[in-house]
């Protein structure tokens, strides 16, 4: 048993190992290979990024950005230090006066400063200058219109004192946020900025990008759950948003997931239509008052979610509250014209390409520029953790993100999730590609030694494994140690083997000997 030893990989997250790690390399070039050939280039966008960023384009309201994401404060301790002052010497301002006019004027600016404080975000020198020189000016208007007040019996110019406060306001709301960095949780609003960052629209529409790598999210760990997970995602951005283009896109994840041999594989489409009151608004307000009806009969989250989002409600798992669920109406009797016809094609575009999907009219996404296409794609071996896949159509994300109206669809895979569904479904046998031979060299005698130390590097530039014993080793204690490893063959290397110029090839599976010279060893050993 392994000792307990001081340090451990944090909850959630995990060492991958080899030779499990081959598994993920198969998995990885395959997507390369398979997404190249839909004319997708690859992405690497930084692993963290503003928080801003996740909290508009995921959603301040979801799960995600409300409590599941790594955030940090950056900024030194010094202007933390300045800005507390700051913010403690206007709270002594404000104490020192009882009149109301002092207190409105004042209190507006600290609860600007409060808010700024509360979401981390600590200007730079240069804006802490500017806007303690704008609430200075404040309040000395403040303390020159209190005296005049005070003598005048109260009279104070008030329009003239609240646009005072307005520019010191926003003064102090020029303060830029951005001091706030969050581990991604998901890529496609990194791919979305960086397509806004690049002017991605000037160059030839839709671009197509794919990303491979890590996500953070503070979940609770489980089977095909983790705090640092992976994914492989692609987006379409920009161009036409014709069926044909949701239906490829779906085409090429389960072209991939084909080419891995995935079994088990189930796609579900939905189409939500987009926020208007003829459209999804007019559903989504019929479902409330329908679900307000039953509220009763549902637990505390769904009852929560009528107020918040009753999309959501759908999405539930909870027992006693499906055959409730099962009853209310469908989206797609209230879709508008559009968004019925565009469903409409992406099915016969599927079909056209031989694409297996099931409706599910209760498969939905919580944000406001999500819109038509949804799908989702579940794989077997994972319990409840089974999905593998989640996309859709997101047209509004880009803009959203301070861009131009931009069209675009996209999904997202769990790269640990198939990784496990693989290996729930082939086991050992699972084929990673083509394995090169693998020599073991053993050697004994100085003269050999430096044959060896030859042998290796033209074996190894011929593509072949290669293990070189860094010690000399007698025969036997050699060949024991290359059946342990797993080497198919042991090159023996003797003083006598270099002499003579020929080499001995042992085959360790039957105990075959075979002798060669050396061009004709690499000739035998590439055909392997
Ligand atoms: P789930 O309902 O399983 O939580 P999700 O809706 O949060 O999934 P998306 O945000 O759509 O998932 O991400 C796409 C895919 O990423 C999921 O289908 C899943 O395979 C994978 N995934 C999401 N969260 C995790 C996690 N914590 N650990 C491992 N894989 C994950
Ligand atoms: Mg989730």
């Known amino acids: 048993m392994a ?3 001081k340090f451990q990989a944090i909850r959630g997250t995990r060492d991958l190992l080899p030779p499990e790690t081959a598994l993920w390399n198969h998995v990885e070039e395959t997507a390369h290979s398979v997404f190249a050939t839909f004319g997708f280039g690859e992405i690497r966008p930084p692993i963290f990024e503003p928080t801003e960023l996740f909290a508009r384009a995921v959603g301040g309201e979801t799960d995600i950005v409300s409590k599941e994401m790594y955030t940090f404060v950056v900024g030194d301790f010094d202007r933390l230090i300045a800005w507390r002052e700051f913010v403690s010497n206007t709270n002594k301002i404000r104490d020192l006066d009882e009149l109301d006019i002092y207190e409105r004027s004042l209190s507006y600016l600290h609860r600007f400063v409060q808010e700024f404080v509360k979401n981390g975000h600590l200007p730079d020198d240069d804006q802490i200058r500017t806007t303690l020189a704008a609430v200075q000016k404040t309040m000395s208007f403040v303390g020159a219109a209190l005296i005049e007040g005070r ?36 890529a496609t609003a990194s791919v979305c900025r960086a397509y806004i960052e690049h002017n991605m629209q000037q160059l030839p ?11 953070f999210r503070r979940e609770r760990p489980q089977k095909g759950r983790y705090r640092q997970f992976y994914q492989i995602g692609a987006e379409v951005l920009g161009g036409v ?67 918040t989002n009753p999309l959501r409600v759908l999405d539930s798992k909870l027992e006693h509250e499906q055959s409730i669920i099962e009853k209310l109406p469908h989206i797609a009797d209230y879709l508008c014209d559009d968004c019925k016809t565009h469903y409409a094609a992406v099915k016969r575009e599927l079909e056209l390409r031989g694409v297996f999907y099931k409706e599910n009219w209760r498969l939905v996404r919580g ?16 319990g409840s953790q089974n999905a593998v896949c989640g996309g859709g159509r997101y047209d509004g994300l ?21 990784i496990l569904s693989l290996q729930e479904s082939q086991g050992a046998s699972l084929a990673t590609g083509h394995r090169p031979p693998f020599v073991y060299i053993a050697w004994m005698g100085a003269n050999a030694y430096a044959t060896a130390v030859r042998a290796a590097k033209d074996l190894r530039a011929a593509g072949i494994r290669v293990e070189l014993p860094p010690t000399e080793s007698k025969f036997g204690k050699a060949l024991e140690r290359a059946s342990k490893l797993g080497a198919q063959y042991a090159l023996i290397l003797g003083d006598n083997e270099v002499a003579e110029g020929t080499w001995t090839l042992k085959t360790l599976a039957d105990g075959t000997q075979q002798k060669f010279t050396e061009p004709h060893l690499l000739d035998f050993l590439k055909k392997m």
Request: net charge negative.
């Open 3 to 5: 000792s307990k030893s």
């Open 367 to 382: 944000l406001d520029y999500y819109m038509r296409t949804t799908f989702e794609i579940t794989a077997q071996g994972l």
């Open 398 to 418: 880009v803009e959203l993100l301070g861009g131009p109206p931009t069209k675009g669809i996209g999904f997202a895979i769990g790269e640990d999730r198939l």
């Open 205 to 215: 529409q839709p671009q197509k990008l794919y990303y491979i790598g890590p996500m």
């Open 241 to 307: 948003d014709a069926p044909a283009i949701d239906a490829e896109v779906i085409e090429m994840v389960m072209t991939f997931f084909d080419r891995l041999k995935l079994p088990g594989i189930h796609l579900e489409i939905n189409s939500i239509g987009h926020a208007a009151d003829n459209c999804r608004r007019g559903y989504v307000a019929l479902l409330k008052s329908e679900l307000e009806k039953v509220k009763d009969k549902l637990g505390a989250d769904s009852q929560r979610r009528i107020e």
């Open 151 to 186: 003598r005048s019996n109260g009279l104070v110019n008030l329009d003239e004192l609240d646009r005072e406060v307005e520019n010191a306001a926003i003064a102090a709301g020029s303060i830029r946020p951005g001091e706030q960095i969050s581990l991604r949780p998901e």
